[in-house]
């Protein structure tokens, strides 16, 4: 390279306006809301596969179709 041409500076340069736009603090970001696992889900729901609320004497799953509720121990 030649010495004739002028350096550039990599260095990011703010403008006028980025001056009241900084903050003194970050919040963080929230954390995602996680569903709430059951501990055990009904013979219905783990057959079809649907999300159990572990509700008893019966899951909302259940008692919306009229079928018994039954929870076998694993």
């Known amino acids: 390279m030649s010495e004739s041409q002028p350096s550039t500076s990599t260095a990011p340069t703010q403008s006028e306006g980025d001056q009241g736009s900084q903050q003194p603090e970050e919040t ?23 999300k159990c609320d572990g509700a008893k004497p019966s899951c909302a799953n259940c008692n919306r179709r009229g079928f018994p509720c039954v929870y076998a121990p694993v």
């Open 28 to 50: 963080p970001a929230p954390t995602p809301r996680v569903p709430r696992r059951t501990a055990m889900a009904c013979q219905f729901c783990r057959g079809r596969k649907l």
